[in-house]
């Protein structure tokens, strides 16, 4: 609970600056949805598992339609579109925000979240450091024009060097470490967490292009906003749940 508390805070955060990014390019995205997303679905989590889901995000689909509809009938002609700008909120940073804590309470979910997000942050680190170094060809120039392909290549040798090294030092330090998390599984997660999460960075990027934004908040001073910090971990918590969840668990 103290884990789905300090998340719901951070998604609620997430959630504002979400907000704010459309409210700057002129839509009206409803803020009680946002914020209810991000705070009930890591709570529903922790407390009830995922079993809540669905009445959950039925419950904020039909109340953010009655706010919009509202908005509509006194004047607000993009009352429409500010609804699905609403929900791809209360999905993205809400409910897939929120399998921090859903990966969290698996068995030995502390490992596994360790796993993946050792994962995402190899392939980071991995992307800078050879992108800033050696990189040319450049990844998604409207999106991104600092990330290069050489950047994305050494992200994922990166992990495939680092994975193993840290098994190494799992066992120097004599931690015990569940079976079920074995060195292939590790590896397994760490290349796919290297392949597909920096797309969720691209993906917050296309917003800030598009509203002409450098970050999505000011709350890390020089990193941002919280956004900023999460957009590929969300790729990767939730990505990483589903291969944890379907081939291991």
Do not use: C
């Not at 002609?77 to 969290?104: E, K, M, N, P, W």
């Not at 698996?106 to 490992?111: K, S």
């Not at 992200?155 to 060097?161: E, L, P, R, T, W």
């Amino acid at each position: 609970m103290v884990f789905a508390s300090v998340m719901a805070v951070a998604l609620s955060i997430a959630a504002w600056e979400y907000r704010n990014m459309f409210t700057i390019g002129g839509y009206q995205p409803a803020a009680f949805a946002l914020i209810s997303g991000a705070v009930s679905f890591p709570l529903a989590h922790a407390l009830v598992g995922l079993d809540w889901d669905m009445a959950v995000l039925a419950f904020l689909v039909l109340a953010s339609m009655a706010v919009h509809m509202f908005a509509f009938e006194r004047g607000r002609d993009q009352a429409s579109i500010d609804f699905v700008v609403t929900l791809s909120g209360v999905i993205y940073v809400g409910l897939f925000g929120s399998y921090f804590v859903a990966l969290r309470t698996l068995p030995e979910g502390e490992w596994w979240m360790l796993v993946v997000l050792t994962g995402v942050w190899l392939a980071d680190t991995g992307g800078f450091i050879i992108g800033t170094r050696f990189g040319k060809n450049k990844l998604a120039p409207r999106l991104s024009p600092m990330k290069t392909w050489e950047g994305y290549v050494g992200g994922i040798v990166f992990v495939v060097v680092g994975m193993p090294l840290l098994f190494l030092l799992y066992r120097k330090l004599g931690l015990s470490v569940d079976s079920t998390i074995s060195l292939s599984r590790a590896m397994i997660i760490g290349v796919v967490m290297s392949i597909f999460p920096p797309l969720g960075d691209l993906g917050i990027s296309m917003f800030k292009r598009t509203f002409k934004l450098k970050d999505t908040g000011a709350i890390l001073p020089g990193h941002g906003g919280i956004l900023d910090r999460i957009d590929s971990w969300i790729w990767g918590i939730l990505i990483g749940y589903f291969i944890i969840t379907i081939f291991f668990i």
